[in-house]
């Protein structure tokens, strides 16, 4: 959306500077035409899925899994209101998956920064009821990563636990990993969600809507670095 505007505003300033306005339009869809290949765009994303799948020993090593929020599918016709978004749902799928294997008791954290109901309930019920995995505690207070970390952290302290497996998105781990390290939890990444590759290497150069949405994501990341 923001290139779109710039590339707009400089169809306006045609008008007044030619060259400049043509050279503003020019370079907005240029770059929005790289953004839009998936072999640029998943190379972007891939640079920040640092941490490596969790393996058997590491799971051993943990006292409680923490499930991190990725959104809300609001007001959601077919469940009757609001529900977890696609990535949540990767996320606690990812979770759920741990936590039978393990046995360990799971953490979801998730508020509302809007309104509506918060994430960490809809976490919570769903993992129950379509997953057969309870919840031993429900954070719910959190609005950004930040306070997932701190307000999750008061909970697991509450409750003797030090060493976590922390699941998300592995893009969204090397921001998460040392906001909860801050708080002094000992923390094993439990990446899911990896950039992979499609089977035809010349689709890698195809322009999609699904390369736009990654590069979103990865600049949704580095800003969240910067500002948290």
């Known amino acids: 959306m923001g290139l779109l505007l710039v590339a707009a505003f400089g169809l306006l300033l045609m008008r007044r500077h030619p060259r400049g306005g043509r050279m503003l339009t020019a370079g907005?869809?240029?770059?929005?035409?790289?953004?839009?290949?998936?072999?640029?765009s998943?190379?972007?994303?891939?640079?920040?899925?640092?941490?490596?799948?969790?393996?058997?020993?590491?799971?051993?090593?943990?006292d409680a899994i923490v499930i991190l929020g990725g959104g809300r599918y609001f007001a959601a016709p077919e469940y009757g209101g609001d529900t977890v978004s696609a990535e949540t749902l990767v996320r606690c799928r990812y979770g759920a998956w741990l936590a039978?294997?393990?046995?360990?008791?799971?953490?979801?954290?998730?508020g509302s920064v809007l309104a509506?109901?918060?994430?960490?309930?809809s976490m919570a019920a769903l993992l129950k009821a379509e997953f057969g995995v309870p919840v031993r505690w429900v954070e719910d207070g959190s609005r950004d990563t930040r306070e997932n970390a701190s307000k999750s952290a008061l909970m697991l302290k509450a409750a003797g636990v030090k060493r976590i497996l922390?699941?998300?998105?592995?893009?969204?781990?090397?921001?998460?990993?040392?906001?909860?390290?801050?708080?002094?939890?000992?923390?094993i990444p439990a990446p899911t969600?990896?950039?992979?590759?499609?089977?035809?290497?010349?689709?890698?150069?195809?322009?999609?809507?699904?390369?736009?949405?990654?590069?979103?994501?990865?600049?949704?990341?580095?800003?969240?670095?910067?500002?948290?």
């Open 28 to 40: 907005a869809v240029v770059v929005l035409m790289l953004m839009s290949i998936p072999a640029v």
């Open 42 to 62: 998943d190379t972007a994303l891939r640079s920040l899925e640092i941490y490596p799948a969790v393996t058997a020993g590491q799971l051993r090593q943990a």
């Open 100 to 110: 039978r294997r393990s046995g360990l008791p799971v953490l979801v954290s998730g």
């Open 116 to 121: 509506g109901r918060p994430e960490a309930p």
């Open 166 to 187: 922390l699941v998300s998105h592995a893009s969204h781990l090397p921001r998460a990993v040392p906001l909860f390290q801050a708080q002094g939890l000992t923390v």
């Open 193 to 228: 969600g990896f950039t992979t590759e499609p089977v035809s290497q010349w689709q890698r150069w195809l322009p999609s809507v699904a390369a736009l949405r990654n590069m979103t994501i990865f600049c949704h990341e580095w800003l969240g670095r910067l500002f948290a």
